[in-house]
């Protein structure tokens, strides 16, 4: 079973930079899965953030994130990246990542669980 790991949270000061990764287990290969970040915070539901197509031709952003993030992926790694820069406060949640076959960017950033294959998620949090 695809099993993913996200890398890269911390802690940053507002107007900070993060890049998030995003990791296939050993023995598979993210190649054929739409990629997609996503972000819970305390008390609020799941969001998807941004998504990237198999072969990162077609991408999906959140508009409270637009011109801030960017999502790219390099499969001959078979990793995933989100570039996070201008951080707020706002942020602040915990990340993860999550893979999904024969889905558009658009229905990706729409999945929740049960569905697709989800890492344990990476916490980011921005000071002010």
């Known amino acids: 079973q695809l099993q993913l790991v996200e890398s890269g949270g911390g802690l940053v000061q507002s107007g900070g930079s993060l890049r998030l990764s995003c990791a296939a287990s050993?023995?598979?290969?993210?190649?054929?899965?739409?990629i997609g970040w996503f972000r819970q915070a305390p008390g609020k539901e799941r969001e998807g953030v941004s998504c990237?197509?198999?072969?990162?031709?077609?991408?999906n952003y959140a508009d409270s994130v637009k011109g801030r993030f960017t999502i790219s992926r390099d499969n001959a790694k078979n990793t995933v990246y989100l570039q996070m820069n201008s951080l707020k406060p706002e942020d602040t949640a915990v990340y993860y990542c999550?893979?999904?076959?024969?889905?558009?960017?658009?229905?990706?950033?729409?999945?929740?669980?049960?569905?697709?294959?989800w890492g344990q998620g990476t916490q980011v949090t921005v000071s002010s």
């Open positions: 999550a893979a999904g076959r024969r889905l558009n960017v658009q229905a990706m950033c729409a999945m929740r669980p049960p569905f697709g294959s």
């Open positions: 050993s023995g598979f290969t993210l190649d054929y899965y739409t």
């Open positions: 990237i197509s198999s072969s990162g031709g077609s991408t």
